[in-house]
């Protein structure tokens, strides 16, 4: 793999050389002999000569396009929650921390997400700083990779604070799967209707009675002790930055439907996670290796079947959701349908990959008994790529900040506010975090 792309590298930089002489020579050669040449017509023509020259060496070196474009590093990724989002999120931490690339993470929340504070430009003084980098050099702090939970806006501020121009994807879920899921995960019966249950068995048999009269209950309920509030309905557009009170209202919801058509690279889907992950593949130019996975975080082994009149109270209740889905699952499609005569063979060759690793590392599966989810347990003397595959997301983030250091005392002295503000150059301050 690194022979390729040193082959590669060498023959583009071949090719832009090349380029340059033949057009430095051209334009000597026309200015010697008096004739005029405006600069947009200089533009033109060089464009022009290196599309020409450019193909024609790519097809002398037997060169695809795959070879020649550039893989994607700087990426912002907006963790929808119980979507299988923790399964996508260790492909990108495993992929960041190979190649030392720098994450995007608070040190004032756990497995630095982004929840209880806003992540606003004025938020450097709350994030661990890019590697290499030292604590409070502010101007300094661009970023690879964002990769947490928060809650999803618009673009300006990762715009501002990731580095080069990021591409951008989430992941969504089937509604009514992703909403039990959440609903037992975030102690609903608890939090909203003052209900003890004891397990995610007996939260569901309040599912029922939840949906009943669902608007009888807050929007939205505290976690914990800290000012984190869950959402009660369409919690994966809540994500992507749709207020709950504008959820019933359908220019709202078209109009942000459409904000994030246009803000985001890919939707993955959850139950064509194979296939979303070679469209991933294809448009961040990675290789089959970087998009191999183990499945992590799981409540539910096989998932949970409700009744019929169940499902459909539960997507009328979250029809916000229902939408969003239903939208980019087609918009899936429509990009599978443009990915080429080899898609079939890949997806092929991806379930063989993952199949083979499955048997070669994992012995089995037990229930984690503080978390309730089911975890792997791996072979004796598995390999090194069988352990990383297998690394939990917190796992990741331990390794990626010892890179990203902060002094020991840094959370402390924050939250005392003896930690400066950061400044724009024009000078203005933001807001005390």
Same mark, same amino acid.
């Given at each position: 793999?690194?022979?390729?792309?040193?082959?590669?590298?060498?023959?583009?930089? *071949?090719?832009?050389?090349?380029?340059?002489?033949?057009?430095?020579?051209?334009?000597?050669?026309?200015?010697?002999? @008096?004739?005029?040449?405006?600069?947009?017509?200089?533009?033109?023509?060089? !464009?022009?000569?290196?599309?020409?020259?450019?193909?024609?060496?790519?097809?002398?070196?037997?060169?695809?396009?795959?070879?020649?474009?550039?893989?994607?590093?700087?990426?912002? +990724?907006? $963790?929808? #929650?119980?979507?299988?989002?923790?399964?996508?999120?260790?492909?990108?931490? !495993?992929?960041?921390?190979?190649?030392?690339? *720098?994450?995007?993470?608070?040190?004032?929340?756990?497995? @630095? /997400?982004?929840?209880?504070?806003?992540?606003?430009? +004025?938020?450097?003084?709350?994030?661990?700083?890019?590697?290499?980098?030292?604590?409070?050099?502010?101007?300094?702090?661009?970023?690879?990779?964002?990769? @947490?939970?928060?809650?999803?806006?618009? %673009?300006?501020?990762?715009?501002?604070?990731?580095?080069?121009?990021?591409? +951008?994807?989430?992941?969504?879920?089937?509604?009514?799967?992703?909403?039990?899921?959440?609903?037992?995960?975030?102690?609903?019966?608890?939090?909203?209707?003052?209900?003890?249950?004891?397990?995610?068995?007996?939260?569901?048999?309040?599912?029922?009675?939840?949906?009943?009269?669902?608007?009888?209950?807050?929007?939205?309920?505290?976690?914990?002790?800290?000012?984190?509030?869950?959402?009660? !309905?369409?919690?994966?557009?809540?994500?992507?930055?749709?207020?709950?009170?504008?959820?019933?209202?359908?220019?709202?919801?078209?109009?942000?439907?459409?904000?994030?058509?246009?803000?985001?690279?890919?939707?993955?889907?959850?139950?064509?996670?194979?296939?979303?992950?070679?469209?991933?593949?294809?448009?961040?130019?990675?290789?089959?290796?970087?998009?191999?996975?183990? %499945?992590?975080?799981?409540? /539910?082994?096989?998932?949970? %079947?409700?009744?019929?009149?169940?499902?459909?109270?539960?997507?009328?209740?979250?029809?916000?959701?229902?939408?969003?889905?239903? #939208?980019?699952?087609?918009?899936?499609?429509?990009?599978?349908?443009?990915?080429?005569?080899?898609?079939?063979?890949?997806?092929?060759?991806?379930? $063989? !990959?993952?199949?083979?690793?499955?048997?070669?590392?994992?012995?089995?599966?037990?229930?984690?008994?503080?978390?309730?989810?089911?975890?792997?347990?791996?072979?004796?003397?598995?390999?090194?790529?069988?352990?990383?595959?297998?690394?939990?997301?917190?796992? +990741?983030?331990?390794?990626?900040?010892?890179?990203?250091?902060?002094?020991?005392?840094?959370?402390?002295?924050?939250?005392?506010?003896?930690?400066?503000?950061?400044?724009? %150059?024009?000078?203005?301050?933001?807001?005390?975090?």
């Amino acid at each position: 793999m690194i022979i390729k792309r040193r082959r590669t590298l060498l023959a583009v930089c *071949s090719i832009w050389l090349t380029c340059i002489i033949i057009y430095l020579t051209k334009t000597s050669s026309d200015e010697w002999l @008096g004739i005029p040449m405006p600069s947009r017509l200089k533009f033109s023509s060089l !464009r022009t000569s290196l599309s020409g020259i450019s193909s024609r060496m790519a097809s002398t070196l037997h060169l695809t396009k795959e070879d020649l474009c550039v893989p994607t590093k700087n990426i912002v +990724y907006v $963790k929808t #929650h119980k979507t299988g989002s923790t399964t996508l999120a260790t492909i990108f931490y !495993r992929y960041g921390h190979d190649r030392n690339l *720098s994450f995007l993470f608070t040190f004032r929340q756990p497995h @630095g /997400h982004f929840r209880q504070e806003p992540l606003t430009p +004025y938020s450097q003084p709350q994030v661990y700083p890019p590697v290499g980098v030292p604590y409070g050099e502010y101007e300094r702090y661009k970023f690879n990779i964002s990769a @947490g939970h928060l809650i999803y806006h618009n %673009k300006t501020v990762f715009d501002y604070l990731i580095a080069g121009r990021p591409k +951008y994807i989430t992941i969504l879920r089937e509604p009514v799967q992703q909403f039990v899921s959440f609903f037992s995960y975030f102690h609903f019966p608890e939090r909203y209707m003052k209900i003890k249950a004891d397990s995610p068995e007996e939260r569901l048999e309040y599912l029922e009675e939840f949906l009943r009269q669902p608007s009888n209950y807050s929007i939205h309920a505290r976690l914990g002790n800290r000012s984190i509030y869950i959402p009660n !309905r369409n919690p994966q557009f809540f994500d992507l930055g749709l207020p709950l009170q504008q959820m019933d209202a359908p220019s709202d919801v078209t109009r942000a439907l459409s904000r994030i058509e246009a803000d985001f690279d890919l939707v993955l889907i959850t139950e064509y996670l194979d296939e979303s992950l070679l469209l991933l593949k294809k448009k961040f130019c990675w290789d089959m290796n970087d998009i191999l996975y183990f %499945k992590t975080n799981v409540l /539910h082994a096989n998932g949970t %079947k409700l009744p019929e009149n169940l499902v459909q109270k539960t997507k009328q209740w979250n029809s916000a959701d229902v939408i969003l889905y239903e #939208h980019f699952n087609r918009t899936l499609w429509r990009e599978i349908g443009k990915y080429g005569p080899t898609f079939e063979r890949d997806l092929l060759d991806l379930r $063989k !990959r993952l199949e083979d690793l499955n048997n070669e590392c994992i012995q089995g599966q037990v229930k984690n008994a503080r978390t309730l989810k089911y975890v792997n347990v791996l072979k004796r003397n598995a390999s090194v790529l069988c352990q990383d595959l297998n690394r939990n997301t917190h796992s +990741y983030f331990v390794k990626i900040t010892r890179k990203q250091k902060i002094p020991p005392d840094a959370n402390e002295k924050l939250k005392k506010g003896l930690v400066p503000q950061f400044c724009h %150059k024009n000078g203005t301050t933001g807001e005390r975090l």
